[in-house]
């Protein structure tokens, strides 16, 4: 079984924003809810680099293990997934997330949270795959179809990659032999605990 | 016009001789180089464009968080590694529970050995049959609304950080789902009315529970909890005092992170959400344990203390083995203002 992983080289990001549009079409993701983002770091002076950040569907996610109505699972690729009929938008999973994955539609006034919403990895949800339910849910479920997540489909540097973990890994570390620099796989360490030699 | 376009055509024309001419100068001196790969594979060292730019594994050393600009205005999602998420993650799932399982657990276990060896604390006289009244009826409004906010209140918070593991299996997933979000409701709501109790509690009370004197021989006395003896007390002794000011202090702790949590990040940031959490979850569980013992010493723990704060009116007894100094005082008081009839009455 594939081990899928996000893998966003920094060193060809050109912050084009196309993955977070994307991201919001592919799935029809809510108003307000951003599943993806784009972040510029030192903006504006030498050495700056953006980074594209979605769920990085960590490997024993702290999501999964806070959450208070286990309403997020691991499938068997790797994806991180949960369940909007399960979840009661506590807000925990925002808190361990390292990445700032969760997001949370306001359904009243004082901030308070509707279900949580997040990347998929183009997976869906629990809902049949490729069913209405899970469509008006969770976005589209490329990975039923045989297909990768939309964001690192169109990256126009191919910065953004996505697929098996090793066969992402082996791209990026041929990239850097091959160029002599990276500027590390961003999230590897705090998402998988291992890093790809930069 | 037409002179200007054929001008600019025989520059165009000249710009592609002259990059024809280098394109074949390059071609030449890359066929006597090295092979391409072999090249690359060793790239130049002279320059490098990575040289001033940022690492993750340096940010990471230097900042608990590392952020930058973006282009939605969600600022929150401008911080894009904070691996702080993995603290907070271990004291939800592991300390929090250590801590809230041995306080309250720990305090049951207490009290259920404090009720075998010492039993219910009697009025050691028997009851007289005269009573005294001893709370109010607004103050007894007031304890009883914040004590019924706090039961489901603490129920509601307890659901969240043990009920997936205790309650989850006997009512499956969804039902649990749907009873936590029904407490997530009540626990938000019901704040409101327990942070209105606190506030008047400390108001109505404050003049009562200022340590003082005799508080330091109660103590001494182990309170008559410990032995037979009974120090004189005022209207609240020295453990009731205790209790009232971990109820003001430990209130206001939890209302105040409670608000940060429940409209979240209008004042703070990740590590201050987490933060708040961290200090509502470990006040509240504290809290709960005292109130245990709180309800304990109210209830069965001790003969004639829970129609106090019931129907407002204590026996005389026992007002004099526990309260003695403010039976005095209140004795005192009626017999100033009217020497025939007291307020004493006969019961029923």
Not at chain 1, 46 to 73: F, L, N, W
Request: hydrophobic residues 45%; proline residues 4%.
């Amino acid at each position: 079984m594939a081990r899928m992983k996000f893998l966003c080289d920094a060193d060809r990001c050109i912050e084009c924003n196309a993955c977070v549009t994307a991201c919001k079409n592919e799935n029809e993701v809510p108003w307000g809810i951003n599943r993806r983002r784009v972040v510029t770091i030192n903006d504006g002076k030498p050495g700056e680099r953006s980074v594209s950040m979605a769920c990085m569907h960590c490997t024993d996610a702290p999501c999964q293990a806070v959450c208070p109505t286990k309403a997020i699972y691991t499938t068997a690729d790797g994806v991180v997934l949960h369940s909007k009929d399960l979840c009661i938008g506590c807000g925990y999973c925002f808190y361990a997330c390292p990445f700032g994955a969760p997001q949370y539609p306001q359904v009243s006034n004082f901030g308070s949270r509707g279900k949580m919403d997040k990347c998929t990895y183009c997976a869906g949800g629990p809902e049949a795959d490729g069913s209405k339910e899970e469509y008006e849910k969770y976005g589209a479920n490329r990975l039923a179809e045989g297909k990768l997540p939309l964001c690192a489909e169109m990256c126009s540097t191919k910065s953004l990659l996505a697929g098996d973990g090793e066969v992402v890994a082996d791209i990026y570390k041929e990239r850097v032999a091959t160029r002599g620099y990276g500027s590390g796989a961003w999230g590897w360490s705090t998402a998988y605990r291992e890093t790809v030699e930069s | 016009m037409t002179r200007f376009l054929l001008r600019a055509r025989s520059a165009a024309g000249a710009f592609a001789l002259l990059a024809c001419v280098l394109a074949c100068f390059f071609l030449a001196c890359a066929a006597s180089a090295p092979p391409a790969s072999a090249q690359l594979r060793n790239p130049d060292t002279s320059v490098n464009p990575t040289a001033s730019s940022v690492n993750e594994r340096q940010l990471l050393e230097q900042m608990r968080i590392i952020s930058g600009r973006g282009t939605i205005p969600d600022v929150r999602s401008y911080n894009i590694v904070q691996p702080a998420g993995r603290e907070w993650r271990r004291f939800k799932e592991v300390t929090l529970r250590w801590v809230g399982g041995i306080a309250i657990l720990g305090m049951l276990g207490l009290l259920v050995a404090f009720y075998l060896i010492r039993g219910m604390v009697r009025i050691e006289a028997g009851r007289s049959g005269r009573t005294l009244v001893r709370f109010n009826g607004f103050e007894r409004f007031v304890h009883w609304m914040t004590a019924t906010c706090f039961v489901v209140l603490a129920l509601s918070g307890l659901n969240i950080t043990f009920g997936n593991e205790l309650l989850m299996p006997l009512v499956g997933a969804e039902g649990f789902a749907s009873w936590s979000q029904w407490a997530k409701y009540a626990h938000n709501y019901l704040s409101f009315p327990f942070t209105l109790g606190v506030i008047v509690i400390f108001l109505m009370w404050v003049a009562w529970n200022i340590p003082g004197r005799l508080d330091v021989e109660w103590l001494k006395e182990g309170g008559g909890l410990i032995g037979n003896k009974h120090p004189p007390a005022p209207r609240f002794n020295a453990g009731q005092k205790m209790i009232y000011w971990v109820v003001i202090v430990g209130g206001t702790a939890v209302a105040a992170t409670g608000y940060l949590l429940m409209f979240p990040f209008y004042v703070t940031d990740i590590a201050g959400m987490q933060l708040a959490q961290m200090v509502h979850s470990t006040v509240a569980v504290l809290f709960i344990a005292v109130m245990i013992a709180h309800a304990y010493i109210g209830t069965i723990g001790m003969q004639g203390a829970f129609e106090a704060m019931w129907d407002g009116k204590v026996d005389v007894n026992w007002a004099k083995q526990h309260h003695s100094a403010w039976l005095a005082e209140e004795t005192a008081k009626q017999h100033a203002s009217s020497p025939s009839q007291g307020r004493m009455a006969p019961a029923e």
